[in-house]
């Protein structure tokens, strides 16, 4: 499977933005698709992901509320739609498709996925 993340850029605090995640080589309606991102000087953290069924696991405290996650498995695709945009959710944001037989605490690391795509940048700044 080979990913290919886009729609980051530049946007004010406040604002919003719509990451896709299209995915190639294969299906990935029985994968399960995770969001992370690392931000400069620091580790890559688990965002949230979508189960290969549809539903939605582990969405950080960070971004509950602001970011949503849906799929479309007709296209091949993986949005993260991100709302209230902060200084602080500055990164370059990367998807992730893992296994369906991953349990959930390995989905909440990145040992629960086998492809990843190369990133994009999100910068929120005024």
């Not at 993260?80 to 990164?91: F, I, N």
């Not at 990367?94 to 690391?109: E, M």
Request: hydrophobic share 35%; with cysteine; net charge positive.
């Amino acid at each position: 499977v080979q990913l290919q993340a886009s729609g980051g850029g530049l946007v004010q605090p406040g604002g919003s933005l719509r990451l896709s995640c299209a995915a190639s080589g294969r299906t990935i309606s029985t994968y399960n698709m995770g969001w992370f991102r690392q931000a400069p000087g620091k580790e890559r953290e688990f965002l949230g992901g979508i189960r290969w069924s549809g539903n939605t696991y582990g969405v950080d405290a960070s971004v509950k509320g602001r970011f949503t996650i849906s799929r479309d498995n007709a296209k091949n695709t993986v949005d993260l739609q991100m709302y209230s945009l902060k200084a602080e959710d500055t990164a370059v944001y990367y998807c992730a498709a893992g296994p369906k037989t991953k349990i959930l605490s390995t989905l909440l690391t990145s040992s629960g996925y086998e492809y990843w795509g190369q990133g994009t940048l999100v910068t929120v700044s005024s």
